[in-house]
C-alpha cells in the first residue's frame, strides 16, 4: 500500500500539521486541499508545502493523520445494541418460532398426546390453532423479555469493559 491520499482520507481522518520548528499545530481543512490537488495527491507531499503561519519556518511540518470523530460516530459508539428493535426482534422470532412449532405438529399429526414441557410452561399454549396463537403472544412476549435483558446486559458489558 502507497502513501494516504487526499482522498481516502477525506472524512474519515483529519490532517494536523506540526511545525518542525515551533511545534505549532494546525488542522489542515481536508475538503479544500482535496478540491485543489486532486484525490491522488499524496498526504506526505503536503509536509513540505505546509508553510508555519506563525514562525514562517522552512522546515516544514509533520502532517499527522487524527481520528474523525463526529458528534454522529461518537453516539452511535456509546448506543451499543438498540435494546427496544433488538428486543422487537427476538419478540418477532419467538413468537413466530411458537406458532409455526404447533402448526407443525398439527400438520405432521403429531399434536396429540400427554402434554409437553411447552404446553405446561406456556399457560393456554397447546398445539391447536388457538393454541398456536396463544404461544404467539407468549413467544412475543417471552423472547422479547429475553431479547431486552440480552441487549441490555450486553450493553452493560461492554460499557464495563470498554
Ligand atoms: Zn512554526
Known amino acids: 500500500m502507497g502513501a494516504a491520499t487526499l482522498g481516502s482520507v477525506f472524512e474519515r481522518y483529519k490532517l494536523n500539521a506540526i511545525c518542525n520548528d515551533c511545534g505549532r499545530s494546525k488542522e489542515l481543512d481536508v475538503a479544500a486541499l482535496k478540491d485543489k490537488y486532486g484525490d491522488d495527491f499524496e498526504v506526505p507531499r503536503l509536509s513540505k508545502m505546509v508553510k508555519c503561519t506563525k514562525c514562517g ?3 516544514g511540518c509533520v502532517v499527522h493523520l487524527g481520528n474523525l470523530v463526529g458528534p454522529h460516530l ?8 438498540n435494546v427496544r428493535s433488538f428486543a422487537l426482534t427476538t419478540g418477532i422470532f419467538g413468537g413466530l418460532s411458537m406458532f409455526f412449532i404447533a402448526w407443525w405438529l398439527i400438520l405432521i399429526g403429531a399434536a396429540e398426546g400427554p402434554a409437553t414441557l411447552f404446553e405446561r410452561l406456556y399457560m393456554g399454549y397447546s398445539f391447536t390453532p388457538l393454541g398456536s396463537v396463544i404461544g404467539a403472544v407468549w ?8 431479547g431486552a ?3 441490555w446486559l450486553y450493553n452493560w458489558l461492554s460499557k464495563k469493559l470498554g
Open 57 to 59: 519556518s522552512p522546515h
Open 139 to 146: 413467544g412475543f412476549v417471552d423472547w422479547g423479555i429475553a
Open 74 to 81: 461518537r453516539e452511535k459508539e456509546m448506543s451499543g445494541i
Open 149 to 151: 435483558i440480552f441487549a
